[in-house]
Nanobody
Framework: QWQLVESGGGLVQPGGSLRLSCVVS????????IGWFRQAPGKEREGVSC????????QYVDSVKGRFTISRDNAKNTVYLQMNSLKPEDTAVYYC??????????????????WGQGTQVTVSS
């Protein structure tokens, strides 16, 4: 059974940084695309970033370009989302997701069938 577990969320002041981790089990991370999504209170879930199975290409939603960086360490079965210059509008529950048929990343939640439980990120002073 494919499992994904996010960690690294927390409370941070505006301008601060966090690094989220998505550890996968039940399958080998090599070759599979991973997407990061987030859902803020009262809002629909949106795609934040994704990384293809080969590591390239990657995608970012416009609101995080230049601030967030996605990377993967296949040896550790882990995908990271480095978040810098955080803003209050980045506050949300962040989820990682994957799918056995997906090698090329796409920021469409319908393309992913396996999801983690989420990790809360709160940006506030």
């Amino acid at each position: 059974q494919w499992q994904l577990v996010e960690s690294g969320g927390g409370l941070v002041q505006p301008g601060g940084s966090l690094r989220l981790s998505c550890v996968v089990s039940g399958f080998t991370l090599d070759h599979y695309a991973i997407g990061w999504f987030r859902q803020a209170p009262g809002k629909e879930r949106e795609g934040v970033s994704c990384i293809s199975g080969s590591g390239d290409p990657t995608q970012y939603v416009d609101s995080v370009k230049g601030r967030f960086t996605i990377s993967r360490d296949n040896a550790k079965n882990t995908v990271y989302l480095q978040m810098n210059s955080l803003k209050p509008e980045d506050t949300a529950v962040y989820y990682c997701a994957t799918d056995p048929s997906r090698r090329l990343c796409i920021m469409n939640e319908g393309a992913y069938s396996s999801w983690g439980q989420g990790t809360q990120v709160t940006v506030s002073s």
